[in-house]
């Protein structure tokens, strides 16, 4: 290879290291957000403190992630959008290192609410940054490329988590997660270069796609009530093996491990599918989603029922999650910044609110309660689509 060659090959893969920086970056923010899940026991004996109430770790880091996300990224709109994600790291990296070493559960409520703020700033800039590290024909591939950390995530990061916790304990889990989340913000800082801010509008403008944006719309509703059927049940999976299946730690880890396989399997079978109709594919991805909530409390007594229950769980999110996220982006390309922080913003504060009431449910009805929550909600999800997709049909947009 000539010097010509190599200097070429250098600056094509360049870029996409700094891809792989910011996906590594979503999943240390993913997998701390939803740490407490595969955890909720053992934190909850280690604090002192009800089953629900540990639940609250997510609700907390949602409602701060979920409704800072559009004024944080609008009021920082002229911030260099390296520097902002380094620093959101070093918060992430702190946050962690506190929760570690909290001796107290109202310290530890504090700490994910601040925690909150950077990971739904992350999630309103970090596709976007992805898709300007290369060049406009491989947008789309470095925004599929930053999604599966999601998939990784669910496949390594919370299960993971649970074995971790159940070779150490579950502060020495977050310890590690910390150091994890320091190393992620090396990469970044060699990584990724100067990437001054670039489309990003005004709170006011920002609030006002919505009311302007039909189609926008739709799809912050459906997330909205996917997003809290999903995660009002999912939180709370760990309670509700342990009762109806008698699930060891171990068994715990195998299951969420075959979800998050799911997970990346429905992202890769539902690419090409999504990328020509984003919305059949939120369909069907939701129609799965009421399935497997609905066989999880008939056959999740069982090992092998539970087992099975989860990848087709995981293979329905994956298809909802990509769907979602590709109807955002068809539905306001010219402003995606802007509406991914609203698409976070519902997003993030429905993990909150389905955890929250998951909780409740949970506390006062038991935990299969929650996965009834789940479903209602889900197959609300899958009717509101239906019917827009139906009203299109007959009387197409112009």
Known sequence: MTLQQEVRHESAVRPW????????????FLTTELMPVGLLTPISAGLDISVGAAGLMVTLMGVSAGLGVPFIVAWTRRVNRRV??????AVLTLGNLITAVSPSYPLVLGTRLVMGFASGVFWGIGVAMAMRLVPERHA??????VMSGISIGAVAGIPL????ESLTDWRTTFLIWSGLSALVFVA?????????????VSVREVFLLPLRNGPLRLVLTAVVLFVLGHFGAYTFVRPFLEEHAGATPLFVTITLMAYGAGGAIGNLVAGPVVARNARGGFLAGS???VASLLALLFLGQSAAGAVVTLVVWGVAFGVVQLSQVTMTQAAAPETFEAAMSLNTMAYNTSIALGALVGGVFADRLGVSSVVWFGIGLTAAALLLVLAAQTSRTRRPLV
């Open 17 to 28: 290291l700094g891809v792989a920086a910011i996906t590594a970056s979503l999943f240390v």
């Open 84 to 89: 902002l994600l380094a620093t959101l790291l």
């Open 140 to 145: 789309s591939r470095a925004a599929s490329v």
């Open 161 to 164: 988590g649970t074995t971790l």
């Open 188 to 200: 970044v800082a060699v990584l990724v270069p100067s990437l001054p801010s670039a489309n990003a």
């Open 287 to 289: 129609a799965g989603l």
